[in-house]
Each structure stands twice: as structure tokens, then as C-alpha cells.
Nanobody, 123 residues
Framework: QVRMVESGGGLVQAGGSLRLSCAAS????????MGWFRQPPGKQRELVAA???????NYVDSMKGRFTISRDNAKNTVYLQMNSLKPEDTAVYYC?????????????????WGQGTQVTVSS
């Protein structure tokens, strides 16, 4: 069982930055691929970025160059640095964990989820 708690969301103006954190419990954190998803109002949940236990990363094309995912296995924490934020980035952001090292974009392939943190970007 892995429990995760996101933090760092809030209200920011367009062009601003936020850093989301996801603190996970459990000694097996290091073995999980971690993902950040987001769910805009009225839309489906979508993958933003993912990082394997070995540190390999994968991003949705629209986030490349603006968002950076990283992890600190010693702290059981995964981060999402978001720069040059746009109003269309407004969403609830979730971290998720899955066993294995392959990248998966389908939320159904992730085993554990945090409760989400709201990010609102004003124009």
C-alpha cells in the first residue's frame, strides 16, 4: 500500500511558476514509476509526465519545455516544476504510482493515487 499526499497547488498568474510535491509513504516507493496527471474542469484525467524508478522521464508533448518531473527517493517524494503557466493549465493535479518501469498514459494502469491539488492560472 502506498499513500501519497500532494501539495504546492494554488492560484498563480499566467507566466508564473509553481512546484508541486507528492510525498509518498512506504518502503517500496523506489520501485514505482510515478506520474503526474491533471484533470481540467469537465474533462478527462490526462497524463502530464512520468518518471521511472531509475529516473527516466516522459512528458506529454504540450508540456515539454515548461514542466519538469523529478524524484528524490531518499525523501519518497516526486516533484513537478511548472513554468510559464497558462490559463489552460488550470486543473486538479494528481500524483500516481504504478509497479514496473514502463510508461503508461492510461490512468487505469496506475495503482495508487493522491487526493489531488488545485492549480488555477489566471489570465
Amino acid at each position: 500500500q502506498v499513500r501519497m499526499v500532494e501539495s504546492g497547488g494554488g492560484l498563480v498568474q499566467a507566466g508564473g511558476s509553481l512546484r508541486l510535491s507528492c510525498a509518498a509513504s512506504g518502503r517500496t516507493f523506489i520501485t514505482y514509476t510515478m506520474g503526474w496527471f491533471r484533470q481540467p474542469p469537465g474533462k478527462q484525467r490526462e497524463l502530464v509526465a512520468a518518471i521511472t524508478s531509475g529516473g527516466s522521464t516522459n512528458y506529454v508533448d504540450s508540456m515539454k519545455g515548461r514542466f519538469t518531473i523529478s524524484r528524490d527517493n531518499a525523501k519518497n517524494t516526486v516533484y513537478l516544476q511548472m513554468n510559464s503557466l497558462k490559463p489552460e493549465d488550470t486543473a486538479v493535479y494528481y500524483c500516481a504510482a504504478r509497479s514496473g518501469s514502463s510508461f503508461q498514459t492510461n490512468p487505469g494502469n496506475y495503482d495508487y493515487w493522491g487526493q489531488g491539488t488545485q492549480v488555477t492560472v489566471s489570465s
